[in-house]
């Protein structure tokens, strides 16, 4: 059998579908397998049908049609099935050739993988893809990590599948060693909850305070995609609250209020809790989707604690511009404290990230691309070393000009007895975050009293530590201490 296929995908969901058939627009013979085989005969007699798409019906055929070095791409659910394929695929590939993951998998699983097939004489990538179903059609956002020695091989395929922004840059580039790939999209995928919780925040304000229909907001979120705010998500969220059912009314409101998640926003915060790192508003946006889905209790509730009067008084039209500063005041919070979390973790695992690169690879393709990305890419092009986006100069100026409409609608919200956890927590971290002094010196002395844990003193160098026998009973003993 000749080799022909530049690349091999195993599963064909709909995002390997997709995938499959970006790659043949730009040129590529793919080759395309599935565990249940039937599927690829399917796939060529109707998506693939005149394409130049290859089918296989084993996973030696699939390999014998592959030209050196081999690249076979993994696009089946995160977990045991991946680890399943590589066992799979080892005995039929060479040193050399490469295994891709191309799904939602833990970044830890990807550093593991990646250990386990170059001890193989393998390369191995895992790549995030971000763009749902059309992007994976028609131009994603892809970060890739793994082996190094891999990118040269499937840079060109990526490249030309990946999204480009208004230049013509790919919304694709190298990201780093071991997991760095997955870890990066696992960040986006925690910011994508924290956007989506932020508007959601901002339409409950618009419906329930403002008594605004799904047509007028329709119109605002409209208006906001015209400025500081254009995004996917506020373009959707337009189509959505414009979207009628077949008897005319809204659809979104015929639309049970329970989120589900697959796991990648909590991934984000246990990462978070285990660098120390407060990501507090993409935290705040994974538990209100688990308090969405406590609807019986809430209905309980609901009746238990009647909520008085919501509405909002006042000039409107002026309020819905406070809601549009406060949403976007909050989404820097969100994406500073994501980065935030991509620093620290680069630090422990000894990646070099590109900041300002992985805002280009989200400009486009993706799920939370925005013009907003591109202010963040220019903040890092200007200081690659920035410690914080609240400390760039572009979004300092933006934060001061959005904070007494940000502190007006959180209060409004709190007032009328609306819930607003992501608005109210980027507004807590954002007033924590610029407190030179807050009182953990007064926790840090309880837990001293209750538990010699130790303290440093504000006269004296940092790391030297302090005990006090605060009863007069205590030992001379200190605990151990610990910086999270």
Known sequence: MEPKADIALIGLAVMGQNLILNMNDHGFTVVAFNRTVSKVDEFLNNEAKGTNVLGAHSIEEMVALLKRPRRVMLMVKAGKAVDDFIEQLLPHLEPGDIIIDGGNSLYEDTTRRTQYVESKGLLYIGTGVSGGEEGARHGPSIMPGGS?????????????????????????????????????????????????????????????????????????????????????????????????????????????????????????????????????????????????????????????????KQTISGDRARFVTDIRKALYASKIVSYAQGYMLMRAAAEQNRWNLNYGGIALMWRGGCIIRSAFLGDIKSAFDKNPRLTNLLLDPFFKKAIKSCQRSWRKVVSAAVKKGIPVPAFSTALAFFDGYRCERLPANLLQAQRDYFGAHTYERVDKPRGEFFHTNWTGTGGRVASGTYTV
Request: overall charge negative; hydrophobic content about 40%.
């Open 148 to 308: 190094p020695a891999a990118w040269e091989h499937v840079k060109p395929i990526f490249q030309a599948i990946a999204a480009k922004v208004a230049d013509g840059s790919p919304c694709c580039d190298w990201v780093g060693e071991n997991g760095a790939g997955h870890y990066v999209k696992m960040v986006h995928n925690g910011i994508e909850y924290g956007d989506m919780q932020l508007i959601c925040e901002a339409y409950h304000i618009m419906k329930d305070g403002l008594g605004m229909t799904p047509d007028e907001m329709s119109a605002a979120f409209a208006e906001w995609n015209q400025a500081e705010l254009e995004s996917y998500l506020i373009e959707i969220t337009r189509d959505i609250l414009a979207k009628k059912d077949e008897d005319g009314q809204p659809l979104v409101d015929k639309i049970l209020d329970t989120a589900g998640q697959k796991g990648t926003g909590k991934w984000t915060v246990i990462s978070s809790a285990d660098l120390g790192i407060p990501i507090t508003l993409i935290a705040e946006a994974v538990y209100s989707r688990c308090v969405s889905a406590m609807k019986d209790q809430r209905v309980v509730a609901a009746k238990a604690f009647k909520p008085g």
